[in-house]
């Protein structure tokens, strides 16, 4: 009995260790531990009732369990872990909270919120060192990238990711890394960088103590690999193939199952194996749509578009096409969907927030207004006692004020004072050595044995002198205006004869330049007091200015009037000159102050004609006005009054003879003109500038020598240049229309003048100026003021140097362009023009008529270009070669004396003999035979 009892328990206990020992290893099978940790932790969920890290926590890694499960499940837990995660700042939680929502929007197929999501947990667990939280970020990151081909920053997150993984020693997230690395090679067709990517994340789940879930996956890839016709290995690919479904089934990994059903099927394809594959595919396809992957069930359906193409099956490829544009107008709205929920909620959360700062503020400003009424009553009193202090405090800083500003004013006239002072000491210093100049100048203009270009530079030095004296007398005049010593001086009888006389003066001056000058002069002789010196001031130089600007075939008209009731005199002037921009009229009238105008002659004004005009009609009570029009000319009106009562003055003058007043400007004392020849010598010389002393003085140092050509401005040298072809063009740099610069540049781009050496004339001489020249293809460059020997050797060396570059071209003629040299415009105008002489050789009638034309120039254009380069006519250039080739012909035995008379354009034996000869000094039969 006993026993019997005792072998009962036996079996009992053997039936129950039995049993503890099947429920332990299905346990620790991976499918059923992975649902048993999944039932536990939504035990432990629904037993936690508090918001704190623990349920962040819990509900994170419900999350990554769930994931190959549920995709919407996963994205719930996660996103629920980063609500409580924020409100209590727990950031790791937030970090791997936002890495697993990114995890779950790349599976569902969203890859920019993905990215969104993963970028900021990295930027998390970067900043707070949880280096595997950074690692699972970047993974993600490389992944979507890899899913937009963007490689290069798939490469770069997922080395991030490697170096993250080492970094916490996490080999799990190693393993999955290098099996993502591989993808990225794969896409990339680098197929063995990606087999060695796979086997290095089988060996470390082989070696380490990892998770099995991903396994399944890495074990796919490498079938994958294998399966490719590279390798072709079809045991290798059956076996990890079928390890990888093991694999996948065990862990319950049903969406990794679909992926390796679907990447099975593609394999079968390329076999031909179309039933099998159509198998596996509505495997995956069943197993994806439980799932309710969209992302895999749309790569199944692009599968089975494959497969029956294949196999001729047109209706059922449009059935799945139908169906997986389906699936991705599906995913395309879910990612629209998700994208206005989480704006809404953004908005919904701003809003409150906004809601609870609005009523923050409210009971803020209550509390405010509360003080505000406690302590307004003191600072009204404190108030009235400070407007109290302040106003007597003020008062008494007003009367300092009035004090130290009169002080002031008193040593600003003082200042002033001395300042008008000195500048009449300095002006009048001025004319004494302007005096030393001008007596010897004038005694050596009369002198016989001068030659007559000595007397025109002295002419030139007399009327500077006399222009620069008329200057300091102005800046005089000025001086004492301003310092109130300036008086009138009346008479009172003589008016009319004194303006006529005055007046007739400008005749030949008008005549000179070709002026049409008409003048209406209708005064009382008697009783009409005026001011002899200072009227001549302004009429002199109200007309002096509208013949400057004025030029030849235009009109100046003057009116001197009475008004109506005998009391004032009416001067006007009226030009059809260039006129003054609107923008500066305000200002002509101020003190040196200059338009941009330029007079007729290209001389600038001095800026203080006008402003002592004004001045002296200010002296005389007067009124003047100015009307000007750009392009049509100007008006000046000027009202001074004759009548004794009106004037204001102490000393009266006796009567004097009117003078003749000569105008400031000499004319004609240097034989030039625009586009004016000499022809002195064989050589001719363009000079461009726009001062025209300066072009005319320049003229004068090659008159003898050369022939010249001159131009008031880049424009019109331009124009000459290309018209005349000259030898050397000196130029300034700062011209109006165009300057030196921009000529030499349009110059050295042509090729009818590219050739022709450019000197530049300036006044700049600082490094950048000179460089500017030379970029332009300025040969020279010459500063002012310049020596005019040392004007002449630089012309001189460009010439000669010309000459050396034609004998260059004549010597190399046939001679082939070295490669890698660098050709500049005239080798180019070379190289063409004998390529065509080349190409009409053998044609007798060629010649430079027809090869001005093919060049696109006239015969003249032609003529000059090619004499300046070679220093022969184009004509003689075309015998030059037409006799080189028949002579490297003959060298060579190309063929019979006969027959290379034709080929290079000569049809009479005797007349190619004859200029052979004249060319070589042999005969072509002596060259043939020496």
């Not at 549920?70 to 409100?87: C, D, M, P, T, V």
């Not at 159509?278 to 790569?299: D, G, M, P």
């Not at 007397?455 to 222009?467: D, F, G, I, Q, S």
């Not at 008086?487 to 049409?516: P, T, W, Y």
Request: proline letters at 2%.
């Amino acid at each position: 009995m006993i026993s019997a009892f005792l072998l009962a328990i036996k079996k009992k206990t053997f039936l129950f260790f039995a049993v503890c020992i099947c429920m332990t290893a299905l346990f620790f099978t991976p499918g059923y531990s992975q649902l048993k940790s999944v039932e536990g932790l939504k035990t432990q969920l629904s037993n936690h009732e508090q918001e704190d890290t623990i349920k962040v926590n819990l509900l994170n890694e419900l999350s990554y369990q769930d994931q190959w499960y549920n995709f919407y499940g996963s994205l719930a837990y996660a996103e629920k872990a980063l609500q409580i995660a924020e409100r209590l700042y727990y950031k790791k939680g937030i970090s791997i909270a936002r890495h697993r929502i990114a995890h779950c929007y790349w599976a569902l197929g969203d890859s920019d919120l993905s990215i969104d999501q993963a970028l900021k947990s990295a930027n998390i667990a970067v900043k707070e060192r949880f280096y595997s939280a950074a690692g699972e970020s970047y993974r993600i990151l490389a992944i979507n990238y890899r899913d937009q081909q963007d490689l290069a920053k798939a490469h770069m997150y997922i080395q991030k990711a490697e170096q993250a993984a080492v970094k916490c020693g996490n080999f799990d997230l190693l393993s999955r890394v290098y099996n993502t690395w591989g993808v990225i090679e794969y896409t990339q067709n680098e197929d063995e960088l990606a087999l060695a990517r796979y086997t290095k994340s089988l060996a470390i789940v082989e070696s380490h103590h990892t998770l099995r879930f991903h396994l399944s996956q890495v074990y796919s890839n490498i079938g994958e690999m294998y399966a490719k016709e590279k390798y072709n290995d079809p045991k290798l690919e059956s076996y990890y193939y079928e390890k990888a479904l093991s694999v996948a089934r065990n862990t319950r990994n049903r969406s990794a199952e679909a992926a390796i059903l679907n990447s099975i099927a593609k394999t079968l394809i390329r076999k031909n194996r179309f039933a099998e594959a159509n198998e596996y595919l509505n495997q995956s396809l069943t197993l994806a749509r439980e799932l309710n992957v969209k992302r895999i069930i749309k790569n199944i359906l692009l599968t089975f578009i494959d497969l029956k193409v294949r196999q001729g099956k047109s209706v059922d490829a449009l059935e799945y096409v139908e169906k997986y544009y389906a699936v991705r107008d599906s995913l395309l709205n879910e990612k629209k969907t998700r994208q206005i929920v989480e704006m809404e909620t953004r908005f919904d959360t701003e809003k409150k927030e906004q809601m609870i700062l609005f009523l923050e503020q409210q009971k803020q400003i209550q509390t405010i207004w509360t003080n505000i009424w406690i302590i307004g009553s003191l600072f009204l009193l404190t108030a009235i006692v400070l407007v109290y202090r302040l106003h007597r405090l003020r008062a008494r800083k007003a009367k300092q004020m009035l004090d130290v500003q009169t002080e002031l004013n008193n040593k600003l006239k003082e200042t002033d004072q001395l300042k008008s002072r000195f500048f009449a000491n300095i002006s009048h210093e001025f004319r004494t050595p302007l005096s030393l100049i001008l007596a010897p100048v004038e005694e050596m203009i009369t002198s016989s044995s001068l030659l007559i270009s000595d007397k025109n530079n002295l002419r030139m030095v007399r009327r500077n002198a006399n222009r620069l004296l008329d200057l300091v007398n102005q800046l005089l005049d000025l001086s004492k205006i301003d310092a109130g010593k300036m008086k009138l001086q009346m008479q009172g009888d003589g008016l009319q004869n004194f303006l006529q006389v005055l007046v007739a003066s400008f005749d030949s001056f008008a005549e000179s330049r070709l002026i049409h000058f008409s003048k209406s002069i209708q005064v009382p002789s008697r009783n009409a007091w005026f001011d002899r010196d200072k009227l001549e001031k302004i009429i002199s130089n109200i007309l002096s200015n509208a013949f400057n600007f004025t030029g030849a075939g235009g009109f100046v008209t003057l009116s001197i009037q009475v008004t109506n009731d005998f009391a004032d005199m009416l001067i006007e002037v009226t030009d059809t000159g260039k006129g003054i921009p609107a923008e500066d009229l305000p200002h002509v009238f101020s003190p040196f102050y200059q338009t941009r105008r330029m007079t007729d002659d290209s001389q600038p004004g001095s800026g203080l004609g006008l402003t002592l005009v004004a001045e002296l009609v200010k002296l005389h009570k007067g009124k003047i006005n100015l009307k000007s029009e750009l392009n049509v000319g100007t008006t000046i009106s000027i009202t001074l009054p004759f009548r004794k009562e009106d004037l204001d003055f102490e000393e009266v003058m006796s009567v004097a003879p009117a003078k003749l007043v000569n105008p400031e400007v000499e004319f004609n004392e240097y034989i030039t003109g625009k586009a004016e020849v000499n022809a002195h010598g064989s050589e001719c010389i363009l000079i461009v500038e726009d001062n025209k002393e300066l072009r005319s003085f320049i003229a004068s140092c090659f008159d003898d020598d050369f022939r010249i050509l001159q131009a008031e401005d880049g424009e019109e040298g331009l124009k000459l240049a290309i018209e005349k072809v000259p030898d050397l063009i000196i130029s300034d740099v700062m011209m109006p229309k165009m300057d030196g610069v921009i000529l030499t540049e349009k110059l050295k781009t042509d090729d009818r003048t590219s050739h022709i050496p450019v000197m530049l004339l300036t006044a700049k001489t600082n490094a950048d100026s000179r460089m500017d020249g030379y970029r332009s293809g300025a040969d020279d460059y010459l500063a002012k003021p310049f020596s005019t020997e040392e004007l002449r050797v630089r012309v001189a060396n460009l010439i000669e140097l010309r000459k050396k570059l034609a004998s260059k071209y004549r010597r190399n003629l046939l001679a082939p362009a070295e490669p890698n040299k660098m050709v500049s415009l005239d080798d180019k105008f070379m190289i063409n023009l004998s390529t065509l002489i080349e190409v009409h050789l053998s044609d007798p009638s060629f010649g430079v008529e027809q090869l001005a034309e093919e060049m696109c120039m006239s015969r003249t254009q032609l003529f000059r270009k090619v004499k300046a380069l070679t220093d022969i006519s184009p004509n003689e250039l075309i015998n030059d070669i037409r006799l080189q080739r028949a002579a490297e012909m003959i060298r060579f035995k190309a063929d019979s004396l006969t027959q290379i008379s034709y080929a290079v354009g000569y049809n009479e034996q005797s007349y190619f003999a004859k200029r052979f000869k004249r060319k070589f000094g042999v005969s072509p039969s002596e060259y043939a035979n020496p």
